[in-house]
């Protein structure tokens, strides 16, 4: 089994982002911990006050952002977008085309990015 972990802000926010934005499902929440589900894998969502936010021996703490992602198809991507921003989700770029399909980035609440991607095989 594969899980992907992301730290967040706040746990409660996130769960509402991707239960009602993206149609997850809450798995089990502990706290400042839950666990939710797209079909496979499980997200997992820590926010800081999480075992796993603890700083390394180097001094670096766990923290929301960067690039690494986590990505969802979807069948109809610019539809999508179109009801994400209605509701006022922040994107980091506009609709880009390549050998895989189309792709977009969003941002969580954390900052954390997702990507929507729409497969070569379900083109316009």
Known sequence: MANIRYFVNDVEESIAFYTQKLGFSLVKQF??????????????????????AQPMPDGRTPEPGGWNRLVIEV?????????LKAV?????????????????????????????NQPSENRP
Do not use: C, H, Y
């Open 31 to 52: 706290g400042a911990f839950a666990m939710i589900s797209k079909d496979d894998p499980t997200l997992w969502l820590s926010d800081p006050r999480t075992s796993a």
């Open 75 to 83: 069948d109809d991507l610019a539809s999508l977008i179109e009801t």
């Open 88 to 116: 006022g989700t922040s994107f980091r770029n506009d609709i880009i085309s390549g050998v895989g399909g189309l792709q977009i980035l969003m941002d969580n609440p954390s900052g954390n990015p997702i990507e929507l």
